[in-house]
């Protein structure tokens, strides 16, 4: 039988990861897909600040309200809300939030650096 040339994935299928914004569940990921990864993000309460050298992120804010530090800027947020953070961009997220990220090319742990 031959393998699809699609992914389709349940966000309840992936086991949540810890990550400096809170807690992940990276749904779609490089091995996916060398254009994109997609992920959920439950925001802790205070993220720790962290930058990427190479990835593009954009967030989508699904649920909550707080704000998203960029470059030491507080930015107010609350769903609906949709940030795009090009590298080198210093961020972090406050409040409890939920947010869709999607970074391109697809995250790689070792293009997190903290800020």
């Given amino acids: 039988m031959r393998r699809p040339r699609y ?6 299928a ?3 990861v810890a990550c400096p914004c809170g ?7 490089a091995k996916d897909s060398r254009a ?6 439950a925001i802790k309460a205070d993220s720790q600040a962290h930058y990427h050298r190479r990835a593009t992120e954009y967030y989508f804010v ?9 470059d030491g800027q507080a ?7 949709a940030l ?3 590298p080198g961009v210093r961020h972090r997220a406050r409040g409890r939030l939920k947010i869709l990220n999607v970074v391109v090319p697809p ?3 070792r293009d997190e650096f903290p800020a």
């Fill in 62 to 70: 699904l649920s909550g309200r707080g704000s998203i530090e960029l």
């Fill in 14 to 16: 992936v086991a949540p």
């Fill in 23 to 29: 807690v992940s569940r990276r749904i779609l990921t």
């Fill in 36 to 41: 994109a990864s997609v992920h959920v993000v």
């Fill in 84 to 86: 795009c953070i090009p």
């Fill in 107 to 109: 995250f790689d742990p």
């Fill in 7 to 12: 992914t389709i994935r349940h966000a309840n």
């Fill in 75 to 81: 930015v107010p947020v609350r769903a609906g809300h």
